[in-house]
């Protein structure tokens, strides 16, 4: 495939201002599906979660999830929106092998949560307010593979095959309104967003999140329009491309700074850009037309029969606002001020995923920056090697005993990773490990002593050094102790010994 001709990212800013959309579908982790008691869970043998209802066979009724509802209304006051006293369910056809009823139940022009916005914070600190036009219920479909020739798509497969596990299971779509106002950072926008929606959705406990499972998509919509149209607002906008099913926060950066830059080029030379749906490619880096979509596409929406309106109580919507969690963007910000770590170690603690450890750590009276350092330490790097979660290996009380020992003056950080190991072995308890391995720190200075004494005798010259003054040679001493003492020493202490001993022997 010829390589797409792209514009320098900077040039199209300077020519173009970029505007984008997000729609964003995540899958909620109910018991069950959105509309039957078919299982909601991933990874099952294909086509066993099923019921009548996901196939649409004859006769097969739908009956509302109540909690896909509840995860929803959180949803929907997470985004700060507001909440519809009645909105309905509605039926969109279209025909495609993973979808065995030939429409999809989804809300259309009464949506249950709409008009909202999401704070969104850049590397830069920079925040951005993205507007939520709606928050949406609907089912996914099912779920195709396409065996044979090497498109990995439909057309030109020797064969395909479905599993409708998936068709069912509950989804909220958000949408938001056409973002302005990014300039060199809308592709980091469109990310941040993803990331932050992520967290809130997590934080809301109402979906696995799992991009690479698919259980958040993010479509990517993005148009130019030329410079001097920035007050313009959605009167003038440009023709928008929708790249489908991103399913990492880079790609969706990635593809974003893409279809900018491609854009950007045709408009350039004259072109048009083609309303269309694109595939994003991860190996290639680069989008590819998939079916030409006007706004005009005529699903035939019309009020699913089967099923009555939803009308949440005043109570019940009171009751979840009450129960919603921190926002996740708020929490960050106040746990990095209370922490007082560095942007930059503060950021590695979120992409590791380590944040709640630490806290339940520093809730253990452990100091931020030593839960930081043990967790982001020796406990990661442990985790790394097994392919294991930190948080199975090891928990946050255990940590803090290991603190607590090193603090007492029994360890050294050297013993404290060797007691660490031992607890992830399952060897007991700190105190135990440290008993058990005769790992305590050897605090008797007869002992220390001794080993100075042999040290400094076997290296007369470096003795020689230290008694010119020259103190810096003691490092040659102080190691060939902790060596001797196999690491259970304080090294602090037998410096203070190292010099005193040095002035005091006979030479
Ligand atoms: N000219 C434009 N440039 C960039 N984004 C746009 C433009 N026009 C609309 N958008 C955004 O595109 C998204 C359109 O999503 P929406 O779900 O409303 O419709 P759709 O993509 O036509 O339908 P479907 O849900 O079937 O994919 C919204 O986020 C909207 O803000
Ligand atoms: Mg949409
Ligand atoms: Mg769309």
């Known amino acids: 495939m010829a390589k797409t001709k792209l514009m320098d990212f900077d040039r199209a800013l300077e020519l173009f201002e970029p505007v984008i959309g997000l729609e964003v579908h995540v899958e909620l982790n109910t018991k069950t599906k959105m509309f039957s008691s078919a299982p909601n869970t991933f990874g099952a043998e294909p086509n066993t979660n099923l019921t009548p209802v996901c196939l649409g066979l004859p006769g097969s009724l739908p009956v509302v999830n109540e909690q896909a509802v509840r995860y929803s209304l959180s949803l929907g006051l997470a985004l700060g929106c507001e909440i519809a006293e009645v909105s309905g369910f509605a039926r969109k056809n279209y025909f495609y092998p993973d979808m065995a009823k030939n429409y999809q139940i989804s809300q259309y022009d009464d949506p249950i949560a709409f008009d909202g916005s999401v704070e969104v914070e850049l590397a830069s600190g920079r925040v951005v307010h993205v507007p939520i036009e709606r928050a949406h219920m609907e089912e996914d479909a099912g779920k195709l593979t396409h065996v044979g020739g090497s498109t990995g798509r439909i057309q030109g497969a020797e064969y395909s095959l479905v599993d409708y596990n998936r068709a069912g299971v509950p ?80 790609s969706v950066e990635r593809a974003v700074r893409f279809e900018i830059q491609r854009q ?90 380590l944040t709640e450890l630490i806290e339940a750590t520093v809730g253990e009276g452990v100091p931020p920056q030593t839960a930081r350092k043990w967790w982001t330490g020796e406990i990661a790097r442990i985790a790394n090697e097994r392919s294991a979660a930190p948080a199975e290996l090891i928990t946050p009380a255990q940590v803090a005993s290991v603190v607590e ?45 001794a080993a100075v004494d042999a040290a400094l005798a076997e290296q007369p010259e470096v003795l020689a050094k230290i008694r010119d003054g020259k103190v810096q040679a003691a490092g040659a001493i102080i190691g060939a102790v902790m060596k001797a003492m196999r690491g259970q020493a304080d090294a602090a202490r037998v410096r203070e010994l190292v010099l005193e001993r040095a002035g005091s022997a006979e030479g």
């Open 171 to 250: 989804l909220v779509e958000i949408v938001t309104r056409p973002v302005f106002g990014g300039e060199a950072d809308t592709p980091e926008i469109a990310a941040a967003y993803v990331a932050t929606i992520r967290d809130i959705v997590i934080a809301l406990g109402i979906s696995d999140a799992r991009m690479e499972r698919g259980n958040l998509r993010c479509d990517a919509n993005v148009s130019l329009r030329p410079r001097g149209n920035e007050d313009a607002g959605m009167s003038v906008l440009g023709t928008r491309t929708e790249t489908k099913n991103v399913n990492s926060l880079r």
């Open 264 to 353: 950007a080029q045709i408009l350039a030379d004259g072109g048009t850009i083609t309303q269309e749906t694109r595939h994003w490619h991860e190996d290639t880096g680069e989008t590819s037309p998939g079916r030409p979509k006007s706004d005009a596409d005529d699903y035939r929406y019309f009020p699913e029969p089967d099923l009555a309106p939803l009308t949440p109580s005043r109570e019940l919507i009171e009751e979840l606002r009450a129960a919603l969690p921190e926002h996740p963007t708020l929490r960050r910000r106040r746990l990095r001020e209370e922490w007082g770590f560095s942007a930059l170690e503060f950021q590695d603690v979120v992409n590791a995923g």
């Open 405 to 449: 020992l090193v603090d007492a003056g029994t360890l050294n950080d050297k013993l404290a990773r060797q007691v660490i190991a031992g607890i992830i072995d399952g060897e007991g308890t700190a105190a135990e490990i440290v008993e058990a391995r005769g790992l305590a720190i050897v605090s008797d200075d007869g002992a220390l002593i």
